[in-house]
């Protein structure tokens, strides 16, 4: 097994210890487990096909902003 070493702050490397004293029987495990879940988080590929989320971009650009001349109550009576 490759081994590697690692400087960690003592802030990290205190809460790496509690972490694995808590949920883990040896550091070397939580080690293993902590890189493992950390490369599987970093490496996802998202896939979104939802068909609403083109109807939402639609409806984003007919969009208008009226923050530069919102109007004046009389063009808002009919």
């Known amino acids: 097994m490759p081994t590697f070493e690692l400087n960690l702050s003592d ?3 205190a809460e ?3 972490l694995a004293d808590q949920e883990f029987v040896s550091e070397e495990q939580a080690a293993e487990e902590l890189i493992s879940s ?3 988080a970093y490496n996802v590929t998202i896939v979104d096909d939802d068909p609403h989320d083109e109807m ?3 409806a984003e650009n007919n ?3 009226t923050a530069q001349d919102p ?3 009389e063009d ?3």
């Open 16 to 18: 790496f210890q509690q």
């Open 71 to 73: 109007g004046s109550i």
């Open 63 to 65: 969009m208008f902003d």
């Open 11 to 13: 802030d990290v490397y």
């Open 56 to 58: 939402l971009d639609g």
């Open 76 to 78: 808002d009576r009919l």
């Open 38 to 40: 950390g490369i599987d």
